[in-house]
Structures are given as C-alpha cells and as structure tokens.
C-alpha cells in the first residue's frame, strides 16, 4: 500500500481509528501501520470486546501513541482524556464496525469510550462495516446503516468473501487499499486523483546523427510540464518520462530523463504496467538516422547533397495502446492540416480514451509556446473545442477530464 511518492501524505493530519470486537481487528493493524508511515498522527480507541482480538499495546506500538479503551480509568485519562482526542482529530475510522457498534451509533447510545469519542465528534466519522452475511443483510441492521448515512457518517460497505464463521458472502472489512482510498476522498476533497499513478510524457526526443548533431522538433517541454503540476495538485503521484528540455520539471514527480525515441520507449514500457492513465504530450520523433557516425561527418567539397538514411521509430503511444488494460489514455496530436481527421485517426489507431489535438500552425500555441488552443476529441465521438489559454490552463482541462475517466463519471 505504501509507496515512496507519498511518504508525506498524512503529515499533520490527526487520525483516531476506533476499533470494535470482530475477527477484522487484526486488518485495522495494517491500516494504523500504514497511516502512521505516511506522517498522520494517530489515536486508538479500543473497545473492550476488541482487545479480545488485538491487544492495545499491539496498537500502541504501531501507532506510536498511547490507546484508550476505558472510559472510567482515570490513569488513562490523565494520559488522553477522550474528547481531547476528537476534538483534534481530522477525521475517525471505525474499522472493524460490527453491527452491535452500529446499532449503538444509529441509536445514540453512548456507553464506552469509543461511542461517547464518536458521540462527541465533530469531524467526518467514517465507518468500515464487517459481520457475519446474515447480520450484515438483517434488516435492522440495514436500517441502521440508512440511518447512518442520512445523519453524514461515511459507511464503507463490507465485500464479499469468505467469512470467519465458514462461510462465504458479503461481510468481509473492505481491503485495506480500500478503505484508504475512501479515507482520501473524505480528508482531501479536492485530491480526486490521490491513489492514482499517471506516466506522462514531455519534450522532443533527439535522434543523433552524429555526436554533434541530432533531428528533433521544438517541443519545450511546458506543457507535458504544465499536466505534471495540475495532477500533483490533484493528489497523482505522476513519473515524467521526458525528452531533453530548458524548462525546470516539475518537483515531486518521478523523473525519468530520456534522449531518444528509443529510450523514451523502453522507459514507458518499464512503468505501463504501474500505471492508471497515460497522458503522451511528447513529440516523438518518428524516425531516426539508421547509422549514428561515431566521429563527427566531414562536409566534402565534391558533395553538394548528403543523404542520411532514416528507419522508423516505434510508435510509443500505439504499442501502449495494444497492451492497455485498465490504463485510461491520452493522447495528442500535433498537426498542421486536417486537424479534426487526423486526430480522429491517432485516437483510433492507438486505441486512446480522448486526443487533445492542436493545430502547431499558429506562433502563439503549440510548440515552445506559453498558450495553447486545443479541440478534445473522446473514444465515443464527442468533440469539444476549447477557447486559446494558457498552457497552465490547458492542463487543468484536461486533468479534469482524466478525473471524469477514472472516475467513470
Ligand atoms: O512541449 P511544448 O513546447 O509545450 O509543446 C507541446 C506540444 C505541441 C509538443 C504538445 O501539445 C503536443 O502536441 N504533443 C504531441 C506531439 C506529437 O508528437 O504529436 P503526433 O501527432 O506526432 O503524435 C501523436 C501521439 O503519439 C502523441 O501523443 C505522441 O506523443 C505519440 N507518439 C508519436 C510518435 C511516436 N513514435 N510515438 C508516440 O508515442
């Protein structure tokens, strides 16, 4: 669950995870573990049929603070006096929540530390139900949950699995990566891509001829850039394959610093299969010279033309395309005639989610360019034009539309 990326994710963030008595309680470990590593302080509240299952100094060893299970031990107390611990908090977990735990909540009951912790929050309480299937479809347990929901408290459904008691049905705690991810949504709204890990791709490649001197365009590099910054603002956690620039790549992103097509195709390979989304703003050059000199060629004065033989270049984006799985893709397309056709041929042929094509005529947009004037073409034959802006804002367009893919929404 942990990645290098997000080390910092939780920093000053106040957790308190609750747990209550279900065989699940040992899957809560992991997730305290996990939330503990990426920075966020954590607060164990136990009830009393928990410490059946895992013990408080399991907990207190992993979250680093001490737990509370008593409401009326004093000595604890003294240590972390229970509505202190709510009032600083960010956001509660109760994970397991059995359906007993459940029904006290939907009913007000407040009778131990963790009910009377909950009754007095005011942050988001998110709730990670788990029980036997029987329980869990008995319709009063049901209507708690409705009640729940209507009165603002976040229920994370139980999967479907085999259960504790032998058999197999929904019931389960939700995976850990889960539960995580619904914990995400609720603490950083505007993070809509937080758990999501996009490759993007920036800049020209260089093919060299000899080692003086190369074919390639003038891509800048700004706006593969530009997309990098709006998903890390967005909560991605982004690898940048990119092409030799002048421009400062973004920071907090995993770079990978290619030259030629070549490279650029091996580094994408490499990660493809890591990835949500691909978003290919580069501009690969599609052949390169079939011999690169060794030495530095010589002009000769009985010559008056000199031919470099080129071979193809792999087609990154297409040879992406065929091995596509769960990744959402983007692409672009740079042209300079039959922009709409053209793009339309490009989403085909690599089999792309959505093209953004741009018309590289113009000296205001396109390549090396601040701005930037692009049409958006989907996989279901819905164009949309978008008016001239700036780079920056061509990135906030696009990753909103890569926010709707994942999403499915
Ligand atoms: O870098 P800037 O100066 O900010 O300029 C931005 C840009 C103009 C380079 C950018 O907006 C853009 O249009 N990038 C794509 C340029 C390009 O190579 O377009 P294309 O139509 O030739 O390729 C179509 C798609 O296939 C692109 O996503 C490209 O990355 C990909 N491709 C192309 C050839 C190849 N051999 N492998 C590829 O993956």
Not at 68 to 77: G, K, N, R, S
Not at 113 to 142: E, F, G
Request: with cysteine.
């Amino acid at each position: 669950m942990a990645s290098n990326m997000d080390k910092k994710k939780y920093v000053g963030v106040n957790v308190v995870v609750g747990l209550t008595g279900g065989i699940a309680c040992y899957k809560a470990v992991e997730i305290v573990s996990y939330l503990t590593q990426m920075g966020a302080n954590v607060n164990v509240a136990m009830t009393s049929a928990a410490c059946e299952f895992v013990t408080p100094l399991t907990l207190q060893s992993i979250s680093n603070n001490p737990v509370v299970t008593d409401l009326f031990d004093t000595a604890q107390q003294g240590n972390v006096k229970h509505i202190a611990l709510v009032e600083k908090a960010d956001i509660i977990l109760i994970v397991p929540a059995t359906a007993n735990f459940i029904g006290k909540l939907a009913t007000g009951i407040a009778d131990d530390l963790l009910s009377t912790t909950i009754m007095a929050a005011k942050a988001p309480v998110l709730i990670a139900a788990a029980m036997n299937v029987n329980m869990y479809s008995n319709r009063i347990v049901q209507e708690n949950i409705n009640k729940l929901k209507n009165y603002g408290y976040y229920i994370i459904e139980p999967d479907v699995g085999y259960l504790a008691c032998g058999t197999v049905g929904r019931g389960r705690l939700a995976e850990a990566s889960k539960i995580i991810e619904e914990l995400d949504k609720v603490l950083f709204p505007n993070k809509k891509l937080s758990g999501v890990k996009v490759l993007v791709t920036a800049g020209g490649t260089q093919e060299p001829i000899d080692p003086v001197r190369y074919i390639s365009n003038h891509s800048s590099g700004k706006m593969g850039y530009a997309i990098c910054e709006e998903l890390k603002n967005k909560g991605a956690e982004v690898i940048l394959v990119t092409g030799p620039t002048k421009v400062t790549p973004p920071v907090g992103v995993q770079l990978i610093k290619v030259t030629t097509a070549l490279e650029m195709y091996d580094a994408c390979l490499s990660v493809f299969q890591e990835v949500d989304a691909v978003i290919k703003a580069a501009a690969v050059a599609d052949f390169r010279p079939k011999i690169t000199a060794q030495n530095k060629i010589k002009k000769k004065d009985e010559e008056n033309n000199f031919f470099i033989e080129l071979e193809k270049n792999p087609d990154i984006l297409a040879e992406l395309g065929k091995l596509k799985e769960k990744q959402v893709m983007i692409g672009f397309a740079a042209e300079t005639e039959a922009l709409l056709e053209n793009a339309e041929q490009k989403l085909a042929k690599k089999n792309l989610d959505m093209i953004v094509a741009n018309d590289v005529t113009g000296r205001d947009v396109g390549f090396n360019a601040d701005n930037n004037q692009v049409t958006i073409l989907w996989r279901n034959g819905k164009i949309e034009s978008l008016p001239l802006m700036t780079k920056k804002d061509v990135a906030h367009e696009i990753v909103a539309r890569l926010i709707k893919l994942i999403h499915k929404e």
